[in-house]
């Protein structure tokens, strides 16, 4: 039976993963597990940055943003020479089985270092939503209350001066963030991967819009898809709309996280030591139907995205 078992948080900090970091140790230390926590991602690893906590370790800090216990990116991972280095360090520590809080760059991490002898789990910590073996990632409910806050307060200021706003969205690849708030906010336009702008159409409509004299517009992108200044310029040089953008940056990826995330990241830090404690490795939790469910690294790993048609539908009967 697995005695000492250590966490780390992985790639890009999101809200929640110290709920999560709460959830795990409290459960480890109650059925008498010996909790480590391992700071700067994997490379802690390496570096044997790992030390042994107690039950209270996260009690000030787990409802906060961030990640108490650092994150780094080490693209180094993927070398097996360098996993070797990892391996060789958690076993000199007695340390059988690990926690890993990230996206599927993580997820990797922690297939290759099962198949090396430490028994892992992969949780979702990630803003994006683009796992897709759970309905939802650790941090995207903050973030995206981040996302509406901040369009409500923008849209103040867009209907006090008649302006038009493109307003881009996080999430990597994923248009999530993007959608989910443009219905939460009964955005004017949605401009997704799978709902791609099509230049002339857009600024048809908002001229359209501007001779109706609606009052307003917030165009939502998701990140990474368009030059948002050239876009910027083309609306406002053929509407006659007063025309700005804005782009959200890390403001989405902090701050507390909300009750639902709080709930949702502890109750899978405390799953994934159960799972752990039962000897089953290898594996990603994933929340299903508001149920927790583990699945195969690599098989989670192919799972089709969820392209949430539905969604794109109803963002289309409200807007
Ligand atoms: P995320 O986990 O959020 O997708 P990254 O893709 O940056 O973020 O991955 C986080 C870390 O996981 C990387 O910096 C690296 O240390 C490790 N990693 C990523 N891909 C692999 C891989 N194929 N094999 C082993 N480790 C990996
Ligand atoms: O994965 C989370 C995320 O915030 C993405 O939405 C964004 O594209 C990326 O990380 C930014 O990463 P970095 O921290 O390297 O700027």
């Given amino acids: 039976m697995v005695k000492k078992i250590g966490i780390l948080t992985s790639g890009g900090d999101s809200q929640g993963m110290n709920a999560t970091l709460l959830g795990a140790i409290r459960t480890g230390c109650r059925l008498g597990k010996e909790m480590y926590v391992v700071y700067d991602g994997y490379k802690g690893l390496i570096d044997n940055n790992f030390v042994k ?70 949780l979702p910590g990630t803003i994006d939503n683009d796992i897709s073996s759970s309905d939802f990632t650790i941090g995207f409910d903050t973030a995206l209350n981040n996302v509406v806050t901040a369009i409500d307060q923008i849209k103040e200021t867009m209907s006090s001066h008649n302006r038009c706003c493109l307003i881009e969205v996080m999430g990597n690849k994923c248009p999530d963030l993007t959608l989910f708030a443009g219905i939460a906010c009964k955005a004017d336009y949605i401009v997704t991967a799978d709902r791609p702008l099509e230049e002339k159409e857009l600024i048809e409509s908002l001229k359209k819009d501007k001779e ?61 030591v159960e799972l752990l404690d039962q000897g089953i490795g290898g594996v990603c939790v994933g929340l299903v139907n508001n149920e927790l469910k583990y699945f195969d690294i690599l098989e989670a790993l192919d799972f089709p995205r969820n392209k949430h048609l539905d969604l794109y539908k109803t963002y289309d009967l409200i807007k």
Avoid at 71 to 83: A, I, M, S
Avoid at 231 to 250: A, P, S
Wanted: net charge neutral.
């Fill in 212 to 272: 109706e004299g609606k009052d307003c517009e917030i165009v939502l992108i998701s990140e990474k898809l368009y030059d948002l200044n050239e876009l910027t310029k083309h609306i406002k040089e053929q509407t006659g709309w007063d025309t700005r953008n804005d782009v959200l940056g890390y403001i989405q990826r902090g701050g507390a996280p909300t009750a639902m995330e709080r709930f949702n990241s502890i109750r899978m830090g405390s799953y994934a």
């Fill in 53 to 122: 906590v107690g039950p209270d370790f996260m009690d000030q800090t787990y409802n906060k943003g961030g990640t108490v216990i650092k994150t780094k990116r080490l693209p180094e991972f993927k070398e097996e020479r360098v996993r070797k280095i990892a391996v060789e360090n958690l076993k000199k520590e007695g340390i059988e089985a690990l926690i890993v809080i990230g996206g599927d760059g993580s997820y990797m991490g922690a297939k290759k270092l099962t198949e090396m002898g430490i028994n892992c789990v992969g």
